[in-house]
C-alpha cells in the first residue's frame, strides 16, 4: 500500500458503538481479565490506542512490531538497556543527538557499558568492534550536521558480527527512509518530532521485527516510559497528514538550501540533497526525499548567530524540530550545550552554526524572513 494511504489507513480501528471513523480512546488503566486472553494495561504496551498507532508505523516502516514511549530518549534509552549488560561494549556514531551522547557520556560508565564513539564511516564502526560488542548504534542524517551514514553498510557489518544494529531515524521519517528494509535490527523515532509533527506531544517509537521487539519489551514493562492513551490518540491522528507534511517539508528544505548556498554571509550548507555535500550519494541511494533539516554556518564576521536571530521575525528561535512551523537554533547553545568546548569543536560544531527545521509555510516567506534578517544594517 503506498504511504500516503498507509498513513491515513493503517492501524485504524473504527468504532464499532457509532460507525464513528476514528479511533475511541480507551483511557482505562484496569480491564477485566477473566474471560480476556491478554491482560491489558498501560505499562504492557497493549492498549487499543497503542496499537493502533504501532500498526500504522508498523505499516509505514515495514516493521513486524513496535512500542510507544513517553519521550524520544525513553525509547533509546530501553533500547540500549535491552541489549546492553554490564561488561558489554557498544559502538556509536559520534555525531548524534545531544541527548543520547549525554546518556551514554553521564550514565554508561555507572553500568560498567563500554563504548567507543566511531565517525559515520563503514570502516570506522568495523575498526571499532570488539569481543563483546553488542551494539552498534547509528544515525541519519545526523543531528546537527546532516552528515549520512551508509545504513546497509552499517547492518552488514553487524550481521557478518552478529551485533544487533539500531538507528535513530528521526530526522528522515518513515516516509523518507525506511532503515528495516536496508538490513537494520532496530529503528528508533522521536515522536515529538515529525510524526507528531505540531510541536505539542512528546513520545517515542521503537520498531523491528517481533524478536526484537520482544525484547526491547521486557525492558520496556520494567523502566515503565509507556505512553498514554490521550496521546496516543493524537499521535495517531498526526500521523495522517505524514506524508503530505514531510512532502511539503522536503521541497521547502530545498528551496531554503538553494538560497543559502548563495548568501555571502553563509560559510557552510549542510542538507544532503545539495549535490556538493559529502553524503549526497549514499543519500541518493537510501532517502527518498532529503528531509526538511537542514544547517548552515554565518560568516560571524558578516552576521553573527546571535544578532541573526534576534532580527528574525517569522521563523522563531526554538527548540525541537520537526512541526508545521519554520524553528531554528544555535546548537552550542541548545542541543549540545552538554558538551565540553572541545567535544563540540572535535564534532564541527561551530558557535555560528545554525539549525533550520524548515517547516511547511510558502517557501518565499520563509526566504524573504531570512534575506531581511541577514541584510547588513
Ligand atoms: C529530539 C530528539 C531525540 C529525543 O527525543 P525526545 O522526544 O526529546 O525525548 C532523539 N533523537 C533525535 C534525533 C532528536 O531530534
Given at each position: 500500500?503506498?504511504?500516503?494511504?498507509?498513513?491515513?489507513?493503517?492501524?485504524?480501528?473504527?468504532?464499532?458503538?457509532?460507525?464513528?471513523?476514528n479511533?475511541?480512546?480507551?483511557?482505562?488503566?484496569?480491564?477485566?481479565?477473566?474471560?480476556?486472553?491478554e491482560?491489558?494495561?498501560p505499562?504492557?504496551?497493549?492498549?487499543?490506542?497503542?496499537?493502533?498507532?504501532?500498526?500504522?508505523?508498523?505499516?509505514?516502516?515495514?516493521?513486524?512490531?513496535?512500542?510507544?514511549?513517553?519521550?524520544?530518549m525513553?525509547?533509546?534509552?530501553?533500547?540500549?538497556?535491552?541489549?546492553?549488560?554490564?561488561?558489554?561494549?557498544?559502538?556509536?556514531?559520534?555525531?548524534?543527538?545531544?541527548?543520547t551522547?549525554?546518556?551514554?557520556?553521564?550514565?554508561?560508565?555507572r553500568?560498567?557499558?563500554?563504548?567507543?564513539?566511531?565517525?559515520?564511516?563503514?570502516?570506522?564502526?568495523?575498526?571499532?568492534?570488539?569481543?563483546?560488542?553488542?551494539?552498534?548504534?547509528?544515525?541519519?542524517?545526523?543531528?546537527?550536521?546532516?552528515?549520512?551514514t551508509?545504513?546497509?553498510?552499517?547492518?552488514?557489518?553487524?550481521?557478518?558480527?552478529?551485533?544487533?544494529?539500531?538507528?535513530?531515524?528521526?530526522?528522515?521519517?518513515?516516509?523518507?527512509?525506511?532503515?528495516?528494509?536496508?538490513?537494520?535490527?532496530i529503528?528508533?523515532?522521536?515522536?515529538?518530532k515529525?510524526?507528531?509533527?505540531?510541536?505539542?506531544?512528546?513520545?517515542?517509537?521503537?520498531?523491528?521485527s517481533?524478536?526484537?521487539?520482544?525484547?526491547?519489551?521486557?525492558?520496556?514493562?520494567?523502566?515503565?516510559?509507556?505512553?498514554?492513551?490521550?496521546?496516543?490518540?493524537?499521535?495517531?491522528?498526526?500521523?495522517?497528514?505524514?506524508?503530505?507534511?514531510?512532502?511539503?517539508?522536503?521541497?521547502n528544505?530545498r528551496?531554503?538550501?538553494d538560497?543559502?548556498?548563495?548568501?555571502?554571509?553563509?560559510?557552510?550548507?549542510?542538507?544532503p540533497?545539495?549535490?556538493?555535500h559529502?553524503?549526497?550519494?549514499?543519500?541518493?541511494?537510501?532517502?527518498?526525499?532529503?528531509?526538511g533539516?537542514?544547517?548552515?554556518?554565518?560568516?560571524?564576521?558578516?552576521?553573527?548567530?546571535?544578532?541573526?536571530?534576534?532580527?528574525?521575525?517569522?521563523?522563531?528561535?526554538?527548540?525541537?524540530?520537526?512541526?508545521?512551523?519554520?524553528?531554528?537554533?544555535?546548537s552550542?547553545?541548545?542541543?549540545?550545550v552538554?558538551?565540553?568546548?572541545?567535544?563540540?569543536?572535535?564534532?564541527?560544531?561551530?558557535?555560528?552554526l545554525?539549525?533550520?527545521?524548515?517547516?511547511?509555510?510558502?517557501?518565499?516567506?520563509?526566504?524573504?524572513?531570512?534575506?531581511?534578517?541577514?541584510s547588513?544594517?
Open positions: 500500500m503506498p504511504k500516503h494511504t498507509q498513513c491515513v489507513h493503517s492501524g485504524a480501528r473504527k468504532d464499532k458503538a457509532t460507525r464513528g471513523l479511533t475511541p480512546i480507551y483511557p482505562s488503566s484496569a480491564y477485566e481479565y477473566l474471560e480476556a486472553p491482560n491489558i494495561y505499562r504492557y504496551f497493549n492498549t487499543p490506542n497503542e496499537r493502533a498507532v504501532v500498526e500504522k508505523l508498523c505499516a509505514l516502516e515495514a516493521a513486524e512490531d513496535g512500542l510507544l514511549f513517553s519521550s524520544g525513553a525509547a533509546i534509552s530501553t533500547v540500549m538497556l535491552a541489549f546492553l549488560s554490564s561488561g558489554d561494549h557498544a559502538v556509536i556514531q559520534r555525531d548524534i543527538y545531544g541527548g551522547h549525554h546518556l551514554i557520556t553521564a550514565d554508561f560508565d553500568f560498567r557499558i563500554d563504548y567507543t564513539f566511531v565517525s559515520n564511516r563503514p570502516e570506522a564502526i568495523t575498526a571499532a568492534l570488539r569481543k563483546n560488542t553488542r551494539l552498534i548504534y547509528i544515525e541519519s542524517p545526523s543531528n546537527p550536521l546532516l552528515m549520512i551508509d545504513i546497509a553498510a552499517a547492518a552488514a557489518i553487524g550481521r557478518d558480527h552478529h551485533i544487533v544494529t539500531a538507528i535513530d531515524n528521526t530526522f528522515a521519517s518513515p516516509i523518507n527512509q525506511n532503515p528495516l528494509a536496508l538490513g537494520i535490527d529503528v528508533m523515532h522521536s515522536a515529538t515529525y510524526l507528531g509533527g505540531h510541536s505539542d506531544l512528546c513520545c517515542g517509537a521503537v520498531l523491528g517481533t524478536a526484537r521487539i520482544h525484547q526491547v519489551r521486557k525492558a520496556a514493562v520494567n523502566l515503565g516510559g509507556s505512553l498514554n492513551a490521550l496521546t496516543c490518540y493524537l499521535l495517531e491522528r498526526s500521523i495522517k497528514t505524514l506524508a503530505v507534511r514531510v512532502q511539503r517539508h522536503n521541497a528544505a528551496q531554503v538550501a538560497f543559502l548556498v548563495r548568501q555571502p554571509a553563509v560559510r557552510q550548507v549542510n542538507y540533497g545539495l549535490e556538493t559529502p553524503g549526497h550519494d549514499i543519500a541518493r541511494r537510501q532517502m527518498k526525499g532529503f528531509g533539516m537542514l544547517s548552515f554556518e554565518l560568516d560571524e564576521g558578516k552576521c553573527t548567530a546571535d544578532q541573526f536571530l534576534r532580527r528574525l521575525k517569522l521563523i522563531t528561535p526554538a527548540l525541537s524540530l520537526g512541526g508545521v512551523e519554520t524553528i531554528i537554533c544555535a552550542a547553545k541548545t542541543s549540545h552538554k558538551l565540553t568546548p572541545a567535544e563540540r569543536q572535535e564534532l564541527g560544531i561551530s558557535d555560528g545554525l539549525r533550520l527545521s524548515v517547516g511547511i509555510e510558502d517557501p518565499e516567506d520563509l526566504i524573504a524572513d531570512i534575506t531581511q534578517a541577514l547588513p544594517r
